[in-house]
């Protein structure tokens, strides 16, 4: 393309840190070098791609564009110059012959020549030093590229800065601003290097990218955070592992630390111990293909007994003798038959000697005896049910009107007689005129006053009524529980409930709060496999009860009103409350409504014996085991 390296350089390192967000010197050089082979764009591009495999094509048209723009600049300034020469001299500028005066801010060229050499010195004397310091470790092949990569960009860069402090310098000298400006600035890099060391800190100089340099040009390495690309990381990974690995050098210095290992101690190195084959013996597979084989066939066995049973009848009658009370030993007394039962008593007696019976002849008359005939519990010593008849509304219309006409004849006859004062007329404002007459139109104001005392008066003898009619809160509450307790001293009635599930708080304290405010008595028992729920009461509570048990409460859904799954599996045989017995018993059995929690049916029997009825968990359970 007809370009040198000085020109190329800065494209290059520009295009990308502008593509890809960082430099490379490698990268950088590597572009170089295909560009200056003069190639067209698309073989450029197809060989960038070896080196970066991401974003080579905006990378070199970015580069191209930056030769461009460099090249069209270049135009623009000979054009410039050409013109400069052909125009005609002005009145106050120098002739062309006379050679130009140096001002004293210009830089010579032999103080150009200076500043080189002191660059050069510089750079030798931190080669020695280097050189001084990698002598005692060995230096990695890496750390020399990059040292002879710094050195050749820190001439590079001395030599830029003074092509740009020299064009510095001739512009502001065709401006007459030099001589304005400070030469302290030139006699600081004139100074020798110990000397600059040993004054003030360095000042900050930029070169032409905007990198941080030094007096002499030499490159400051800042650390700086820079996004890279993965690849780049995990190469330097890879490199930092293989530099570890690596073993230290005899040169490298012994660490003070070997005094403390004891070489009497052996160290034995990790030894992978050896895989050896494992085989099987002879026949184990075929046992265990044997023992699965019997296992299947008593499953199927099993199975079809099983279900013999339950066509049969064996199944269940085997279960409730599995469920069967066990007697304790005084009931086991009370249940064996006597020798001679007790109404036989009165007939017959026992011979001590033989053991047999014996006819009292005394006890046998010409007489019948009739037993005394007992009612049942719920009709009790009452005496013969009377009918109870009801009026018609017409009816106690009728009779209220006649009561009426009879107190107001009886009151009537009272003030004929003189025993009561006659009341007072009822005037109110609608029949002012027509009661009072005259005296309503002397003083009508006054009249008025009068008319509404009056209904003020009455007003308040009807509140007054109705407030001495009205029950206090002690008998407001006896009313109700009156209205709500039942009398239960000759029968209770009594319900047995089964419920399938009891696990939602919610429905206990309805089945708890219910009962209570029923005035209900009994328990309820969860077992794991059944809930029984055991209610007391009179026949109107027994009602409203059973219509929160089989109505009000929905069983199916769970705490937050969610069908259980057997519900929603469409399963209609599903019983989730229902009644087990129902019937009549001369007392009750429990008090207030509790809640017991038991783990076996043991447990559940011995808490219902302590009341006197184990027989309602006996029939519960056996129920259950049927029905399963």
């Known amino acids: 393309m007809g370009v040198t390296s000085d020109e190329l350089r800065p494209c290059v390192t520009h295009a990308m840190d502008k593509v890809l967000g960082y430099t490379d010197d490698r990268i950088i050089s590597e572009a170089m070098k295909i560009i200056k082979e003069n190639l067209e764009k698309k073989p450029t591009i197809s060989r960038m791609r070896k080196i970066l495999e991401k974003s080579s094509t905006k990378f070199v048209e970015e580069i191209y564009s930056q030769l461009e723009k460099r090249k069209s600049s270049s135009k623009r300034k000979g054009a410039e110059v050409e013109e400069a020469e052909t125009k005609k001299p002005r009145r106050f500028q120098e002739p062309v012959g006379q050679p130009a005066v140096e001002s004293p801010g210009t830089l010579s060229t032999q103080q150009i020549k200076l500043m080189m050499q002191n660059a050069k010195q510089q750079l030798e004397e931190r080669k020695k030093k280097i050189k001084e310091t990698v002598k005692f470790t060995q230096p990695l092949p890496t750390m020399e590229v990059k040292q002879e990569a710094l050195a050749s960009d820190a001439e590079l860069k001395a030599q830029k800065a003074a092509e740009l402090q020299k064009s510095i310098g001739m512009r502001l000298s065709k401006a007459g601003l030099l001589s304005k400006i400070n030469t302290a600035a030139l006699q600081q890099l004139q100074k020798p290097p110990e000397a600059a060391e040993s004054s003030m800190p360095k000042p900050l100089i930029l070169d032409d990218q905007g990198r941080t340099v030094d007096a002499t040009g030499q490159l400051l390495l800042i650390p700086s955070r820079v996004p890279t690309?993965?690849?780049?990381?995990?190469?330097?990974?890879?490199?930092?592992?293989?530099?570890?690995?690596?073993?230290?050098?005899?040169?490298?210095?012994?660490?003070?630390?070997?005094?403390?290992?004891d070489e009497r101690v052996k160290q034995e190195a990790f030894a992978r111990p050896k895989r050896a084959f494992k085989f099987y013996e002879e026949g184990k597979f075929q046992k265990m293909a044997q023992k699965i084989r019997v296992k299947t066939q008593l499953d199927k066995?099993?199975?079809?007994?099983?279900?013999?049973?339950?066509?049969?009848?064996?199944?269940?009658?085997?279960?409730?003798?599995?469920?069967?009370?066990?007697?304790?030993?005084?009931?086991?007394?009370?249940?064996?038959?006597?020798?001679i039962e007790w109404w036989d008593s009165y007939v017959y007696n026992q011979d001590g000697e033989t053991g047999d019976l014996v006819t009292i002849e005394e006890a046998i008359t010409n007489l019948i005896e009739h037993p005394i005939q007992l009612q049942p519990p719920a009709q009790g010593n009452t005496g013969p049910?009377?009918?109870?008849?009801?009026?018609?509304?017409?009816?106690?219309?009728?009779?209220?009107?006649?009561?009426?006409?009879?107190?107001?004849?009886?009151?009537?006859e009272k003030i004929r007689l003189g025993l009561q004062a006659p009341p007072e007329p009822k005037v109110k404002l609608s029949n002012l005129m027509r009661v009072l007459g005259t005296e309503a139109v002397r003083d009508p104001t006054k009249v008025e006053q009068h008319v509404r005392m009056q209904m003020e008066k009455r007003k308040r003898a009807h509140e007054h009524a109705n407030a001495a009619r009205k029950l206090t809160p002690e008998q407001r509450k006896e009313k109700r529980m009156k209205k709500l307790k039942e009398d239960t001293s000759e029968v209770v009635h009594v319900v047995i409930y089964r419920v399938k599930t009891l696990r939602d708080p919610s429905k206990k304290y309805k089945v708890e709060m219910n009962s209570k405010q029923l005035y209900m008595t009994g328990c309820t028992v969860l077992h794991p496999d059944i809930n029984v729920v055991v209610v007391e009461g009179g026949p109107k509570s027994q009602r409203k009860f059973k219509r929160l048990m089989m109505h009000r409460i929905r069983w199916e859904e769970d705490k937050k009103g969610k069908i259980h799954e057997e519900a929603e599996d469409g399963n209609t045989d599903i019983k989730w409350c229902e009644i087990l017995w129902s019937g009549e018993k001369k007392k009750r059995n429990f008090g207030e409504m509790t809640f017991k929690q038991v783990a076996t049916s043991q447990q559940a029997r011995e808490f219902f014996s302590k009341h006197g009825v184990e027989h309602y968990w006996d029939s519960a359970h056996a129920h259950s085991i049927l029905q399963e």
Do not use: C, W
């Open 229 to 261: 690309l993965k690849a780049n990381i995990r190469a330097k990974q890879e490199l930092f592992r293989q530099t570890l690995k690596e073993k230290p050098s005899p040169s490298e210095v012994v660490p003070s630390t070997k005094n403390y290992f």
């Open 301 to 339: 066995l099993q199975t079809e007994i099983s279900q013999a049973a339950k066509r049969t009848g064996i199944q269940q009658a085997s279960k409730l003798a599995l469920i069967a009370p066990k007697l304790s030993r005084m009931q086991e007394v009370d249940s064996e038959v006597p020798h």
């Open 385 to 412: 049910a009377i009918l109870e008849t009801y009026l018609t509304k017409k009816e106690r219309k009728k009779i209220r009107r006649m009561n009426r006409i009879e107190a107001l004849k009886d009151e009537q």
